[in-house]
């Protein structure tokens, strides 16, 4: 059973730092795109950020360039997004995303996935 758990969600003041995780099970690790997508309430889904689990640079979208950073632990086979000088704007729910042995894009975010996760919600108070 394929799963994609994320957690590390919370509040914070704007400024401040939070680190999310998504843990992945079910399928092989290798050779995957995983990537973060958030949802604001009343806005459209927007990817945020992807890194290819055979490695290769992450790519970020340009709201949250120099700001978040995708990792991943292969051993752990999670991926993470280091989120920091966070803006209220940032106020979402953060979902994990997983493409099955496909490379991420270097020009974006596919459309469709192959698995999500449930979310995390992340609040970032002024």
């Known amino acids: 059973q394929v799963q994609l758990v994320e957690s590390g969600g919370g509040s914070v003041q704007a400024g401040g730092s939070l680190r999310l995780s998504c843990a992945a099970s079910?399928?092989?690790?290798?050779?995957?795109?995983m990537a973060w997508f958030r949802r604001a309430p009343g806005k459209e889904r927007e990817g945020v950020a992807h890194?290819?689990?055979?490695?290769?640079?992450?790519y970020y979208a340009d709201s949250v360039k120099g700001r978040f950073t995708v990792s991943q632990d292969n051993a752990k086979n999670t991926v993470y997004l280091q989120m920091n000088s966070l803006k209220p704007e940032d106020t979402a729910m953060y979902y994990c995303a997983a493409r099955l042995n496909f490379r991420c894009a270097d020009w974006g975010f596919y459309r469709n996935y192959d698995y999500w996760g449930q979310g995390t919600q992340v609040t970032v108070s002024s």
């Open positions: 079910g399928f092989t690790y290798s050779s995957n795109c």
């Open positions: 890194i290819d689990t055979s490695g290769g640079s992450p």
